[in-house]
Structure formats: structure tokens, C-alpha cells
């Protein structure tokens, strides 16, 4: 069974930073990425990374977020800085395998006062 274990949420000032982290159980994964959903609100994509280190941000984070991973340690980290209200949100982690399946992970959430 794959296991996504997040850490690293919590409440910040806006201006702030945080470092999420997600560490999954095997290392079958081709893209990895966070997601977020904020109350009321759809998921949506912040950033992925493939294995071979490709980064694909959303537009509203590009500039602010910074994504990476250690695949030695099955890990992908979200960089956070300057971080705003409006960035409030339950962030989910995604693993990918080469076989299209998804994992999640149950989320850590981001609360940003301002």
C-alpha cells in the first residue's frame, strides 16, 4: 500500500514563509506535485516535477513557490515564501506513477493571516 505523509503546514503572517514536505512509501513515481484546495473552492494544481527534475507551477504562485524532490528519499518538498491570505488552503500532496495511477496524501494545512 502507498503511503503520502505531508508535514510542514501551519499559520504564518503574510510575508511569511513554509517548507511542506511529503514523504511516500515507494519510489515508483514519475511526477510528483502539491495541490491545494481552499474552502469552499475546487483542488487546484500549485506545482509538479517529474523525476527528471521538470517543474510546472501555477500562475498565481510562479515567482513565490519554489518545488524540488530527493528522489533517494522519496520526498518533494514546496518552498513557500512570501506568502498571502488568499494562499490559505488545505495543500495535498500527488504522486504519479509511470502508469498514470494517483496517489494522495491527507493534506496539511496553510493558514496565512494577514
Known amino acids: 500500500q502507498v503511503q503520502l505523509v505531508e508535514s510542514g503546514g501551519g499559520l504564518v503572517q503574510a510575508g511569511g514563509s513554509l517548507r511542506l514536505s511529503c514523504v511516500v512509501s515507494?519510489?515508483?513515481?514519475?511526477?510528483m506535485g502539491w495541490y491545494r484546495q481552499a474552502p469552499e473552492k475546487q483542488r487546484e494544481l500549485v506545482a509538479t516535477i517529474t523525476r527528471g527534475g521538470n517543474t510546472n507551477y501555477a500562475d498565481s504562485v510562479k515567482g513565490r513557490f519554489t518545488i524540488s524532490r530527493d528522489n533517494a528519499k522519496n520526498t518533494v518538498y514546496l518552498q513557500m515564501n512570501n506568502l498571502k491570505p488568499e494562499d490559505t488552503a488545505v495543500y495535498y500532496c500527488?504522486?504519479?506513477?509511470?502508469?498514470?495511477?494517483?496517489?494522495w496524501g491527507k493534506g496539511t494545512l496553510v493558514t496565512v493571516s494577514s
Open positions: 515507494r519510489s515508483i513515481f514519475n511526477v
Open positions: 500527488n504522486a504519479r506513477s509511470f502508469s498514470d495511477i494517483a496517489y
